[in-house]
């Protein structure tokens, strides 16, 4: 159950981060890229990006699930309150790190941020329901 379960979180944390570029906030993450629209529909439509995305959250999903069972965390709200302070606490700081040494935007920073944290979450929470 355990590989079934870090799948399925990637795969909901991945799914967060369609949601949130796709319809949330893609038009102003595209205009605070600072790149021309041709160049990011042309590199949207390339496979890298999607596969580093989903390798991202199979990682998380499978770091996450093994601090779960090492500290004994199993429910959804266990799940989703530690993914959410894996997010706002670990992966965002060092994101925004990252942002800050690049002279990245800020805004883009707070936009990426809120995706780490929210995708965190949402590992979190499928990985807690399914113990």
Do not use: Q
Not at 19 to 46: D, F, N, Q, S, T
Not at 80 to 93: D, E, S
């Amino acid at each position: 159950m355990g590989v079934i379960a870090v799948i399925l979180a990637a795969t909901a944390g991945f799914g967060f981060g369609a949601l949130w570029y796709g319809l949330l906030v893609g038009g102003i993450w595209r205009r605070e890229v600072g790149l021309p629209e041709a160049a990011i529909a042309a590199h949207m439509k390339a496979p890298a990006p999607y596969v580093v995305a989903f390798a991202a959250a199979l990682l998380t999903a499978g770091f996450l699930r093994h601090v779960f069972v090492m500290a004994g965390l199993a429910g959804a709200g266990a799940g989703l309150t530690a993914g959410l302070g894996a997010g706002l606490f670990m992966a965002a700081p060092w994101l925004a790190c990252s942002y800050a040494f690049a002279a990245r935007n800020p805004k883009l920073a707070l936009i990426d941020g809120a995706h780490v944290v929210g995708a965190c979450a949402c590992i979190g929470l499928t990985l807690g329901l399914l113990g």
